[in-house]
C-alpha cells in the first residue's frame, strides 16, 4: 500500500468515526441525516479511491465516482447552509436541497461531454458546479462571520472546513497536475478535518435536552398571538411561568428554557436547562428552534434571558433573541421573553428590537395593594404571617397562592368569631369579602388583560390620593389587631416548614436555614408542600451530611458538638412527625 | 510546580509537532517549490508566519483557550482567597460590569492595578441579591450572605433589590 492510499483510508477511518460520533451524540435528526449524506459521500469517496489504486475495485464505473464526486460537494454546501441557517428557518431548510438538482443531470452529460473524475476540476461546467458548491460554502461562512455576533465561532470553524477542502481539492488537484502527476481520483485529503470542522460546529450548537417533552406534531391553539415574540417585562418571571403553565393545560405544546425547572413545568409543560456552556445561546436557539420545528404553533417561554447574557454576553444572546422571532414567525408559534434580572442597558437594547411589550406587575405587590385596600396598613402584617404559615419569602408570593391566602384569611376570622361580635365583626367581613373579591378577579387576569388593565396598586394609590382617612384606616382599630395577632396564632400553628426551620435554625444558626432549603431542593418540593413523610427523609438525609462533614472534623470535642446537634434535629424532626399523626 | 511543569511540555510537545508537520510539508512538496524561488518565499514564507504565531500564543498562555476577555479587580482579602481556591464563587453587580461569558478567561487584578493571575470563568447566572444564600456565600470566602451584602454595600452601595453576576471561576495560575 502507497502513502497515499495509506493517508486517504486514515481519513476514511476518521470519517467513520465522526459520523459514527454524530449519529449518537446528535439531537436534530434532519442535521444528523444531512452530515450523515455528506460524510458518506466523501467515505465512498476516499474507499473507491484506495480500492481502486490497490487494484480491489478496477472495474469501477467512472460515472458511479462522478456522481459521488458531485453528490459530495452539493451536501457539502448545504450541510454547511444547514448550519448556518437551519436553526433560523427550520421549515425551510429543505429549500437547500435544490443544490441537488443539477447533480443527476450534470452526471447524465458527463460522458457525452467527456468529463471524467481526474479532470473534475477542470474549465467547463461539472467543474464550475463543483467550485461553485465550495464557493457558496465558503461566502455563507464569511458572511455569518462577520454578519453575526451569534455565529461568529462556529462560522470560523466553518471556514477552516470548507478551506482545508478547496486547498486539498481544486487547489491541490491543480499543483499535480502543474507536476504532472497523477491525481488522488476524487478522494480528498482534507475531508477528516471538514468533517470534523463541522461535527464540532455541530455539537457546540446541539440543542439542551428536554425533560417530559410534550408529543410531537400539531398542538392546539392558545391564547397568546401567535407568530409573535413577546416581552415579559416583570421582576420575577411569574407571568411567563404561569403563562406558560396555562398555555399547555390548554393543550399547546409548550417548552420552558430556564437555569433551574420550576415547579409548574409538572402541568405538562417540557423543560430544557440552560447549562453552563460556552455557547448557551446558540443551544438556547437551537433547543427552541427544534421544539418549534416539530411542533408547530407551540410556545417557548425563554425564562432567563440574563443567565443566557450571563453565560454567552449580552450581543450573542440579543442575536439569538432575533432568530428566534424569525423561527416564530415562520412556525407560526409564540416566544415569550422575560426581562427578569436584565440590567438596564440590556432592557433599553431589547425594547429597541420594537417587540410587542408587556409590562406586568408582581403579583406580590399587587396582592399586598388589594389587601391594603380592605385593612389598611396591616395588609403587610397579615402577609407576612401568611408567608410565614407557608414557608414563603414575601416576593415569592404569585396569583397561585390567592387560595390559599384566601383560606387563611377565612380561618383567621373563623377565630376571631368569640371574641369580635356584632357590628365590628360584620364590618370585618365586609372587609374580607372585598378583599376576596378583589384577590379572585386579580387572580383571575391573564398577563394579557393584566398588561392592558389598571393594576391594583397603581388604582389604590390614585384613589387614595386625595383623602384624609381611607375606610380602612376608619377600620383600623382594636379589632383589626385582634385580626392580626389572630392571623400569628393561624400562621404558628400551621406550617411544617416553619417549625422544621426552628429546628434547624436552633441547632445550626442561620446556616440551618439554607441546610433545610438545600434538603428541600433535593426533595424537589417548596416549603409549602413539605408533608411529615418528607421530615423523615430529611432527618435522615440531614444526618449523612452532617455525618460526614463531622467525619472530616479532627477536633473531638467539635466531632462530638455536631454529632450533638445530629441527634438533636432527628430528635426534634421526629417528635414533629410524632405530633403530626 | 508540577501543573506548570506539565502545561510547559503539552505546549512544547504542540509545537514540535507543528514543525515537524511544517517540515514534512515543505519535503512533499519539494518538486513544487523547484519551480521558483517566488512560490517558496510566498507559500514558504506564510506557512512559517503561522507557525511563529502559533508559538507566541501557545507561550504566553493564551492557547487553547484564547486570550483574556475582560478583567475582574478584587481586594488583597478577596484575591488571597481566589488565588489559593478557597473561593470559588465571585459575586460582582449586574449593572455597569462587563464580564465575558463562560469558557473565557479574564485577567485578576489587585484593586490597585498590578495582574495577580487568570481565571477561568466555568458558570455565570444572575441573582438577586437578596436571594444569595449562605453557601453562595460561604463558597464566594464570606461566613454569611449578610456579610457579603455587608462587603457590596460598602463597595458598591448595594441594595436587596439590585441583581448580581454570580461567576465560578478556576485560577489558571500566575502571570507569566
Given at each position: 500500500?502507497?502513502?497515499?492510499?495509506?493517508?486517504?483510508?486514515?481519513?476514511?477511518?476518521?470519517d467513520?468515526?465522526?459520523?459514527?460520533?454524530?449519529?449518537?451524540?446528535?439531537?436534530?435528526?434532519?442535521?444528523?441525516?444531512t452530515?450523515?449524506a455528506?460524510?458518506?459521500?466523501?467515505?465512498?469517496?476516499?474507499a473507491?479511491?484506495?480500492?481502486?489504486n490497490?487494484?480491489v475495485?478496477?472495474?469501477?464505473r467512472?460515472?458511479?465516482?462522478?456522481?459521488i464526486?458531485?453528490?459530495?460537494?452539493?451536501?457539502t454546501?448545504?450541510?454547511?447552509?444547514?448550519?448556518?441557517?437551519?436553526?433560523?428557518?427550520?421549515?425551510r431548510?429543505?429549500?437547500?436541497?435544490?443544490?441537488l438538482?443539477p447533480?443527476?443531470?450534470?452526471?447524465?452529460?458527463?460522458?457525452?461531454?467527456?468529463?471524467?473524475v481526474?479532470?473534475?476540476y477542470?474549465?467547463?461546467?461539472?467543474?464550475?458546479?463543483?467550485?461553485?458548491?465550495?464557493g457558496?460554502a465558503?461566502?455563507?461562512?464569511?458572511y455569518?462571520?462577520?454578519?453575526?455576533?451569534?455565529?461568529?465561532?462556529?462560522?470560523?470553524w466553518?471556514?477552516?472546513?470548507v478551506?482545508a477542502?478547496?486547498?486539498?481539492?481544486?487547489?491541490?488537484?491543480?499543483?499535480?497536475e502543474?507536476?504532472g502527476?497523477?491525481?488522488?481520483v476524487?478522494?480528498?485529503?482534507?475531508?477528516?478535518i471538514?468533517?470534523?470542522?463541522?461535527?464540532?460546529?455541530?455539537?457546540?450548537?446541539?440543542?439542551?435536552?428536554i425533560?417530559?417533552?410534550?408529543?410531537?406534531?400539531?398542538t392546539?391553539?392558545?391564547?397568546?398571538?401567535?407568530?409573535d415574540?413577546?416581552?415579559?417585562?416583570?421582576i420575577?418571571?411569574?407571568?411567563a411561568?404561569?403563562?406558560?403553565?396555562?398555555?399547555?393545560?390548554?393543550?399547546?405544546?409548550?417548552?420552558?428554557?430556564?437555569?433551574?425547572?420550576?415547579?409548574?413545568?409538572?402541568?405538562?409543560?417540557?423543560?430544557?436547562?440552560?447549562l453552563p456552556?460556552?455557547?448557551?445561546?446558540?443551544r438556547?436557539?437551537?433547543?427552541?428552534?427544534?421544539?418549534?420545528?416539530?411542533?408547530?404553533?407551540?410556545?417557548?417561554?425563554?425564562e432567563?434571558?440574563?443567565d443566557?447574557?450571563a453565560?454567552?454576553?449580552?450581543?450573542?444572546t440579543?442575536?439569538?433573541?432575533v432568530?428566534?422571532?424569525h423561527?416564530?414567525?415562520?412556525?407560526?408559534?409564540?416566544?415569550?421573553f422575560?426581562?427578569?434580572?436584565?440590567t438596564?442597558?440590556?432592557r433599553?437594547?431589547l425594547?429597541?428590537l420594537?417587540?410587542?411589550w408587556?409590562?406586568?406587575?408582581?403579583?406580590?405587590?399587587?396582592?399586598d395593594?388589594?389587601?391594603?385596600?380592605?385593612?389598611g396598613?396591616?395588609?403587610?402584617?397579615?402577609?407576612?404571617?401568611?408567608?410565614?404559615a407557608?414557608?414563603?419569602r414575601?416576593?415569592?408570593?404569585?396569583?397561585?397562592?390567592?387560595?390559599?391566602l384566601l383560606?387563611?384569611?377565612?380561618?383567621?376570622?373563623?377565630?376571631?368569631?368569640?371574641?369580635?361580635?356584632?357590628?365590628?365583626?360584620?364590618?370585618?367581613?365586609?372587609?374580607?369579602?372585598?378583599?376576596?373579591?378583589?384577590?379572585?378577579s386579580?387572580?383571575a387576569?391573564t398577563?394579557?388583560?393584566?398588561a392592558?388593565?389598571?393594576?391594583?396598586s397603581?388604582v389604590?394609590?390614585?384613589?387614595?390620593?386625595?383623602?384624609?382617612?381611607t375606610?380602612?384606616?376608619?377600620w383600623?382599630?382594636?379589632?383589626?389587631?385582634?385580626?392580626?395577632?389572630?392571623?400569628?396564632?393561624?400562621?404558628?400553628?400551621?406550617?411544617?416548614?416553619e417549625?422544621a426551620r426552628?429546628?434547624?435554625?436552633?441547632?445550626?444558626?442561620?446556616?440551618g436555614?439554607?441546610?433545610?432549603?438545600?434538603?428541600l431542593?433535593?426533595?424537589?418540593?417548596?416549603?409549602?408542600?413539605?408533608?411529615?413523610?418528607?421530615l423523615?427523609?430529611?432527618?435522615?438525609?440531614a444526618?449523612i451530611?452532617?455525618?460526614?462533614?463531622?467525619?472530616?472534623?479532627?477536633?473531638?470535642?467539635?466531632?462530638?458538638r455536631?454529632?450533638?446537634q445530629i441527634?438533636?434535629?432527628?430528635?426534634?424532626?421526629?417528635?414533629?412527625?410524632?405530633?403530626e399523626? | 510546580m508540577?501543573a506548570?511543569?506539565?502545561?510547559f511540555?503539552?505546549?512544547?510537545?504542540?509545537?514540535?509537532?507543528?514543525?515537524?508537520?511544517?517540515?514534512?510539508?515543505?519535503w512533499?512538496?519539494?518538486?513544487?517549490?523547484?519551480?521558483g524561488?517566488t512560490?517558496?518565499?510566498?507559500?514558504?514564507?506564510?506557512?512559517?508566519?503561522?507557525?511563529?504565531?502559533?508559538?507566541?500564543?501557545?507561550l504566553?498562555?493564551?492557547?487553547?483557550?484564547?486570550?483574556?476577555?475582560?478583567?475582574?479587580?478584587?481586594s488583597?482579602?478577596?484575591?488571597?482567597?481566589?488565588r489559593?481556591?478557597?473561593a470559588?464563587?465571585?459575586?460582582?453587580?449586574?449593572?455597569?460590569?462587563?464580564i465575558?461569558?463562560?469558557?473565557?478567561?479574564?485577567?485578576?487584578?489587585?484593586?490597585t492595578?498590578?495582574?495577580?493571575?487568570?481565571?477561568y470563568?466555568?458558570?455565570a447566572?444572575?441573582?438577586?441579591?437578596?436571594d444569595l444564600?449562605?453557601?453562595?456565600?460561604?463558597?464566594a470566602?464570606?461566613?454569611?450572605?449578610?456579610?457579603?451584602?455587608?462587603?457590596?454595600?460598602?463597595?458598591?452601595?448595594?441594595r436587596p433589590s439590585?441583581?448580581?453576576?454570580?461567576?465560578r471561576?478556576?485560577?489558571?495560575?500566575?502571570?507569566?
Amino acid at each position: 500500500m502507497n502513502l497515499s492510499s495509506a493517508a486517504i483510508l486514515a481519513g476514511v477511518a476518521v470519517d467513520a468515526w465522526l459520523l459514527a460520533f454524530i449519529a449518537i451524540r446528535g439531537r436534530r435528526p434532519w442535521l444528523q441525516a444531512t452530515y450523515a449524506a455528506c460524510s458518506l459521500a466523501y467515505l465512498a469517496l476516499g474507499a473507491a479511491f484506495v480500492g481502486t489504486n490497490e487494484g480491489v475495485l478496477a472495474d469501477l464505473r467512472e460515472d458511479v465516482a462522478l456522481g459521488i464526486l458531485l453528490l459530495a460537494h452539493a451536501l457539502t454546501a448545504i450541510l454547511v447552509l444547514g448550519l448556518i441557517h437551519g436553526e433560523t428557518l427550520p421549515r425551510r431548510r429543505s429549500a437547500a436541497f435544490l443544490l441537488l438538482v443539477p447533480v443527476p443531470l450534470l452526471a447524465y452529460l458527463a460522458p457525452t461531454a467527456g468529463w471524467t473524475v481526474a479532470t473534475a476540476y477542470q474549465g467547463h461546467v461539472l467543474g464550475g458546479f463543483l467550485v461553485l458548491c465550495l464557493g457558496i460554502a465558503l461566502a455563507e461562512t464569511v458572511y455569518a462571520r462577520y454578519s453575526s455576533r451569534l455565529l461568529a465561532a462556529p462560522s470560523f470553524w466553518l471556514g477552516v472546513g470548507v478551506v482545508a477542502l478547496i486547498v486539498a481539492g481544486p487547489v491541490y488537484a491543480y499543483e499535480l497536475e502543474y507536476l504532472g502527476q497523477t491525481p488522488l481520483v476524487a478522494a480528498n485529503l482534507a475531508s477528516p478535518i471538514a468533517l470534523a470542522c463541522f461535527a464540532l460546529v455541530a455539537v457546540q450548537a446541539d440543542p439542551f435536552s428536554i425533560t417530559s417533552r410534550p408529543s410531537k406534531g400539531q398542538t392546539k391553539p392558545g391564547s397568546l398571538p401567535a407568530s409573535d415574540a413577546i416581552i415579559f417585562e416583570e421582576i420575577r418571571p411569574k407571568y411567563a411561568l404561569r403563562t406558560a403553565h396555562e398555555e399547555s393545560s390548554s393543550g399547546r405544546a409548550t417548552l420552558i428554557l430556564g437555569r433551574t425547572a420550576p415547579a409548574m413545568a409538572a402541568g405538562g409543560a417540557g423543560f430544557a436547562a440552560l447549562l453552563p456552556v460556552r455557547h448557551a445561546s446558540l443551544r438556547a436557539l437551537t433547543t427552541a428552534s427544534e421544539f418549534l420545528a416539530t411542533s408547530h404553533g407551540g410556545l417557548v417561554v425563554v425564562e432567563d434571558l440574563a443567565d443566557l447574557s450571563a453565560l454567552s454576553d449580552w450581543p450573542t444572546t440579543v442575536a439569538a433573541v432575533v432568530r428566534l422571532r424569525h423561527v416564530a414567525r415562520g412556525t407560526g408559534s409564540t416566544v415569550v421573553f422575560s426581562t427578569c434580572r436584565l440590567t438596564d442597558p440590556e432592557r433599553r437594547a431589547l425594547r429597541d428590537l420594537r417587540f410587542t411589550w408587556w409590562s406586568l406587575p408582581d403579583p406580590a405587590r399587587e396582592i399586598d395593594a388589594i389587601l391594603t385596600q380592605s385593612f389598611g396598613k396591616g395588609a403587610a402584617r397579615l402577609l407576612a404571617s401568611f408567608s410565614r404559615a407557608h414557608g414563603l419569602r414575601q416576593d415569592e408570593l404569585t396569583t397561585e397562592h390567592v387560595p390559599a391566602l384566601l383560606d387563611f384569611l377565612t380561618r383567621t376570622l373563623a377565630e376571631l368569631s368569640g371574641v369580635v361580635v356584632g357590628t365590628a365583626s360584620h364590618g370585618l367581613r365586609t372587609q374580607l369579602e372585598a378583599a376576596a373579591s378583589g384577590l379572585r378577579s386579580f387572580a383571575a387576569q391573564t398577563a394579557e388583560e393584566v398588561a392592558r388593565g389598571k393594576w391594583p396598586s397603581r388604582v389604590s394609590s390614585e384613589s387614595h390620593a386625595d383623602l384624609l382617612v381611607t375606610a380602612a384606616d376608619y377600620w383600623k382599630g382594636k379589632e383589626m389587631e385582634e385580626l392580626f395577632a389572630a392571623a400569628d396564632t393561624v400562621g404558628e400553628r400551621e406550617p411544617l416548614f416553619e417549625r422544621a426551620r426552628a429546628v434547624f435554625v436552633e441547632q445550626l444558626g442561620d446556616a440551618g436555614e439554607s441546610l433545610l432549603r438545600t434538603q428541600l431542593a433535593h426533595l424537589g418540593k417548596k416549603p409549602e408542600e413539605l408533608d411529615p413523610s418528607d421530615l423523615v427523609r430529611i432527618a435522615d438525609r440531614a444526618s449523612i451530611d452532617l455525618g460526614s462533614l463531622a467525619a472530616i472534623v479532627d477536633i473531638p470535642q467539635e466531632k462530638a458538638r455536631i454529632q450533638k446537634q445530629i441527634d438533636s434535629i432527628r430528635q426534634q424532626l421526629e417528635l414533629i412527625v410524632e405530633e403530626e399523626k | 510546580m508540577e501543573a506548570r511543569l506539565r502545561t510547559f511540555l503539552v505546549r512544547s510537545g504542540f509545537l514540535f509537532l507543528i514543525s515537524l508537520v511544517l517540515v514534512a510539508g515543505f519535503w512533499y512538496h519539494r518538486e513544487f517549490y523547484q519551480i521558483g524561488f517566488t512560490n517558496l518565499l510566498i507559500i514558504g514564507g506564510f506557512v512559517t508566519f503561522l507557525v511563529i504565531w502559533a508559538a507566541r500564543l501557545a507561550l504566553s498562555g493564551e492557547l487553547p483557550r484564547g486570550r483574556p476577555r475582560g478583567e475582574l479587580t478584587f481586594s488583597v482579602e478577596e484575591a488571597d482567597r481566589v488565588r489559593k481556591a478557597v473561593a470559588r464563587l465571585v459575586v460582582r453587580p449586574s449593572e455597569g460590569t462587563t464580564i465575558p461569558g463562560v469558557g473565557h478567561v479574564v485577567r485578576a487584578m489587585y484593586e490597585t492595578g498590578p495582574e495577580f493571575g487568570r481565571l477561568y470563568i466555568e458558570d455565570a447566572r444572575r441573582a438577586f441579591l437578596s436571594d444569595l444564600t449562605d453557601a453562595d456565600a460561604r463558597q464566594a470566602g464570606y461566613r454569611t450572605a449578610a456579610e457579603l451584602r455587608e462587603m457590596g454595600a460598602a463597595r458598591w452601595r448595594w441594595r436587596p433589590s439590585d441583581t448580581v453576576t454570580v461567576l465560578r471561576v478556576r485560577p489558571l495560575g500566575a502571570t507569566r
